[in-house]
């Protein structure tokens, strides 16, 4: 069964320090996402992207994130400078987007620790 | 965006059905309702979807009554691996930003 493969499973940075999380959608999905959630808290929506731009974003995903599709394959969450806050789970996630219900598929997560 | 409710947290014994109740009074006519599960430090992985009636699959059962303005999962014969905690989602089918809610944790008791 396809599915959504998220590297790296953990990472640790320094804070101020830039990290790229790094995602392979579903191959034959056209809209991609990124979530996170905060230990303990509730899955959070970052921002979805289709047609290499930005469909929707939250109030979360501000100047300090971007996403990029780089490849055929990848799609990328940067943080451009890490803050103690955005310690968490990120997920990226897929859809097909062929109309009708576009089921989410998600990836394991990378887990993200600022210090 | 309809409003869900769901219990905080459900225990069971291994064998049983469970039967996870979600309430969505305010659910559009293009809303469709999804169930996702989530175990510790993963990503949230799709159950099933449906819009009225009853919807099955290898996974689970998803029983919506004809006012929409509620539905239950139900897991037939659980077992130990199904701990893990159930979001209800209502959203129009094409929707791209999911709102998750709480979920129910459900514990499977040997």
């Known amino acids: 069964e396809p599915e959504v493969t998220q590297t790296p499973s953990h990472q640790v940075t320094q804070m101020g320090q830039e990290v790229i999380l790094r995602c392979v959608p579903i191959?034959?999905?056209?809209?991609f996402y990124w979530y996170r959630q905060i230990l303990g808290q509730k899955v959070e929506f970052l921002v979805s992207?289709?047609?290499?731009?930005?469909?929707?974003k939250s109030e979360i995903f501000d100047d300090q994130f971007s996403v990029e599709r780089p490849d055929g394959s990848n799609f990328t969450l940067k943080i451009r400078s890490t803050k103690l806050e955005d310690s968490a789970m990120y997920f990226c996630a897929s859809s097909e987007s062929r109309g009708g219900t576009d089921t989410q598929y998600f990836g394991p997560g990378t887990r993200l620790t600022v210090l | 965006l309809a409003k869900t409710t769901q219990p905080i947290s459900m225990d069971s014994y291994e064998g049983q059905e469970v039967n996870i109740t979600c309430s969505h009074n305010?659910?559009?006519?293009?809303?469709?309702i999804t169930w996702y599960q989530q175990f510790p430090s993963q990503g949230p992985r799709f159950i099933i979807q449906g819009y009225k009636t009853k919807v099955t699959n290898e996974v689970a059962s998803l029983f919506i009554p004809a006012d929409r303005k509620s539905s239950t999962l139900s897991l037939p014969r659980v077992s130990l691996s199904d701990t893990a905690v159930y979001y209800c989602?209502?959203?129009?089918?094409?929707?791209?930003?999911?709102?998750f809610g709480s979920g129910t944790q459900l514990t499977v008791l040997p």
């Open positions: 989602l209502v959203a129009p089918g094409s929707a791209r930003q999911l709102t």
């Open positions: 992207f289709y047609n290499n731009e930005i469909s929707e």
């Open positions: 305010n659910i559009a006519t293009n809303d469709y």
């Open positions: 191959s034959n999905h056209l809209y």
